[in-house]
């Protein structure tokens, strides 16, 4: 008997440990920063000695619930996989800088190519369905740490041209980046990159000037044979981007950036298509404004946001982009990681393309379908409405609806205003 008592108290005892450890384990689950933890230690080991491993997932499936080309429904994913190398801490140094490395992996279809034929993919993710080195770069300062650098291959707009309060939307129109500037240039986004480098100097917390030089090829990102060589021939020029950026510290703080930029590559002009032109240039101003921050809730706020773009009229059948809307952080103090998010943006088409497409109907003859086109309109407009419901740290959540107006303008056809809805799913590794 007391043998048996003896085998059985531990295997309670374990069975007791078992259920508290699995509480325990399920508890930090929903809580833990990404999806994989820690990895019993390891993670943080590696940080520690300089290594910091990173991963995430995005997908976006989309519908058509009215207007458009067809009804229907896509799916596209990404995969990123990257690693951050601290070489301070790897070497024991100072003054060492440090190596980003990023893998990027697409797949899926386009609901904007498929079912709707707009220009403003109503997917962010979709492009490039492959894997391919998206990054592979090394930063570091000169003479004072205010004077910032970075070389290798990545994409400037990583950099370059954004508001991190935009990647609150699904369409690639809102998404981070205004669209008129990689639609008119060589200006070169995620995951697309390039070789290149940048520069930045902060004069203080509140102002910075940051310009580079990168390379303009417009062949290394074209299919997945090239995705990792990133000396692929085909080189049209360089780009050169400037780009001022002021922080505002105050209770409602603020973003404004003030940028142009300049790309030498030789390429047909569009009101002159006989003849080319060796540039071309882009301009833009964006601002992130905090309007209201709860006195209650610090993750609580209201942001007002807007973007307007000029390209090359010469060049660049992406005229202009202007956008507007308004970001609400912590909408519920139950949900106070949560956001809504509304915008309004307009697209304009350049009217020399316009013009040359219907120039070439009526060189054929067809009269009726070049008045058709000519009475087009010259922008494509979207509106975009999304709630992010951020689950845990590590995932998230977000229902989109989207209206999208004259989605035929930058492809001269006559299609239906279109009403989309879609959501996109986030996970942190």
Known sequence: MKTKDFKVKPLI????????LSAAQASDFF????????WEGARSAFVQQGVTLSGDYVSETAGVLNGGQSYG???????????TFDLNRLFSADHAGTIQLTLNDRRGRSTSGDLVGNRLPIQEVYGGEYTRLSEFSYANWLVTPQLQYKLGLLAMGNDFGGLSILTNFMNAGFCAHPLSMSGGSGWGNYPNAHLGGELRYNFNDSWALQ???????????SESSRAFKPFAPGTTGYIVPVELIYNLHSALPGQYKLGYYFDSSNVARIDQPDQRANKRWGAYVLADQTVWQSTTLRSQNLHVFGQATTTDEATSTFRHWYSAGLVLNGPFA????????????????NQHSRDNAVEGLRAKDELAAADAMNSLDIGEQLIEMTYTLQATPWLSVRPSVQYIKEPGAFSNKEIKDAWVTGVQVKVKF
Not at 15 to 20: G, Q
């Open 13 to 20: 005892a374990a069975l007791l440990f078992a259920s508290t």
């Open 31 to 38: 809580h833990q920063d990404t999806l994989t933890g820690d």
């Open 73 to 83: 429904t896509r799916y596209a994913q990404q995969i990123r996989l990257g690693a």
């Open 211 to 221: 310009t580079a030089v990168f390379n303009v090829n417009p062949e290394e990102n």
């Open 334 to 349: 139950a949900r106070p990681n949560d956001a809504i998010a509304i915008g309004y943006g307009r697209a304009v088409y």
